[in-house]
C-alpha cells in the first residue's frame, strides 16, 4: 500500500520560511518522480515543483528562486524548502508521486495547512 505522509505545514509570518517533508513508503522510491502541489483556497491544485529520479528539477513561475525541492533517496523523503514566503503561498500543500514526472499524479498524500500571515 503507497502512503505519502507530508508533515512541517503551519502559520507563518509574510517573509518566513518552512520546510516540508513527505515521507513514502510502499514504493520504490529511488526510481519515481515527486511533486508538490498547492491548493490555495478557492483555487484548483496546480503543481508547483517536480523532481525526477534522477534529481532533475523544475519550478512553477510563481515560486522560482523562492521554493526548493531535493529528495532524500536514503530516508524515502522529499522535502520543499520554503523562502520569502508571501501571503499567496497559503494553501494546502500535497506531496505527490509516479513512476515517471508524467504520471506524477498516481499517488497523493492526505495535505498539509500552510498559511502566511501577519
Not at 523544475?58 to 522535502?79: E, H, L, M, P
Not at 523562502?83 to 503561498?89: G, M, R, V, Y
Given at each position: 500500500?503507497?502512503?505519502l505522509?507530508?508533515?512541517?505545514?503551519?502559520?507563518?509570518?509574510?517573509?518566513?520560511?518552512?520546510?516540508?517533508?513527505?515521507?513514502?513508503?510502499?514504493?520504490?522510491?529511488?526510481?519515481?518522480?515527486?511533486?508538490?502541489?498547492?491548493?490555495?483556497?478557492?483555487?484548483?491544485?496546480e503543481?508547483?515543483?517536480?523532481?525526477?529520479?534522477?534529481?532533475?528539477?523544475?519550478?512553477?513561475?510563481?515560486?522560482?528562486?523562492?521554493?526548493?525541492?531535493?529528495?532524500?533517496?536514503?530516508?524515502n523523503?522529499?522535502?520543499?524548502?520554503?523562502?520569502?514566503?508571501?501571503?499567496?503561498?497559503?494553501?494546502?500543500?500535497?506531496?505527490?508521486?509516479?513512476?515517471?514526472?508524467a504520471?506524477?499524479?498516481?499517488?497523493?498524500?492526505?495535505?498539509?495547512?500552510?498559511?502566511?500571515?501577519?
Amino acid at each position: 500500500q503507497v502512503q505519502l505522509v507530508e508533515s512541517g505545514g503551519g502559520l507563518v509570518q509574510p517573509g518566513g520560511s518552512l520546510t516540508l517533508s513527505c515521507a513514502a513508503s510502499g514504493i520504490i522510491f529511488r526510481a519515481n518522480a515527486m511533486g508538490w502541489y498547492r491548493q490555495a483556497p478557492g483555487k484548483q491544485r496546480e503543481l508547483i515543483a517536480a523532481i525526477t529520479s534522477g534529481g532533475s528539477t523544475n519550478y512553477d513561475d510563481s515560486v522560482k528562486g523562492r521554493f526548493t525541492i531535493s529528495r532524500d533517496n536514503a530516508k524515502n523523503t522529499v522535502y520543499l524548502q520554503m523562502n520569502s514566503l508571501k501571503p499567496e503561498d497559503t494553501g494546502v500543500y500535497y506531496c505527490v508521486s509516479g513512476g515517471s514526472y508524467a504520471r506524477l499524479q498516481d499517488y497523493w498524500g492526505q495535505g498539509t495547512q500552510v498559511t502566511v500571515s501577519s
